[in-house]
């Protein structure tokens, strides 16, 4: 049975994006008529990203008292730190590769510059590898102050 386009499940998000980018440019046009609406939009923008960042500071809190019932829970904590000690070096390993490896040689790789030199390069090249929305603010933050990219490009 080949599904038909109003019985796929999920949001449409091409519509969305369109939606958006024909909005951006109807506003843009309007001049000085769409400020009010594009002022309100960006005082949204800012209000999200003050709330996202409160909850990625709460949020730690609430998965250490989950993670801690889960510890009374076990019989074996043994079996556990050492599960979970592997799992942080491995972990931490991989963050090290994927950042001091990987990363550098990609912008290396794209600009022909010493990644080290520039003090904004990694928080660059790392922002584009970001998948969780949860990570935005810091993201945004870093690609202002690190690499003086303009407001409204980031």
């Known amino acids: 049975q080949i599904p038909v386009g109003t019985e796929i499940k999920g949001m449409n998000i091409l519509g969305l994006v369109m939606f958006a ?36 500071w709460y949020v730690p809190i609430g998965i250490m008292f989950l993670v801690g019932s889960k510890i009374v829970e076990m019989e074996d904590i043994v079996l556990l730190v050492t599960s979970l000690g592997k799992y942080i070096f491995a972990s931490i390993l991989g963050h090290v590769i994927h950042g001091g490896i990987i990363l550098p040689l990609i912008y290396f790789a794209a600009t022909r510059q010493n990644p080290y030199q520039h003090p904004g390069a990694l928080c660059f090249i790392s922002s584009c590898s970001i998948s969780s929305s949860a990570t935005l603010p810091s993201m945004i933050k870093c690609i202002e102050e690190n690499n003086k990219v303009d407001k409204r490009i980031s």
């Open 21 to 56: 980018l024909v909005l951006g440019v109807a506003l843009k046009k309007l001049g000085p008529e769409g400020e009010d609406l594009i002022r309100f939009f960006n005082s949204f923008n800012e209000a999200t990203m003050v709330l996202v960042t409160w909850i990625m």
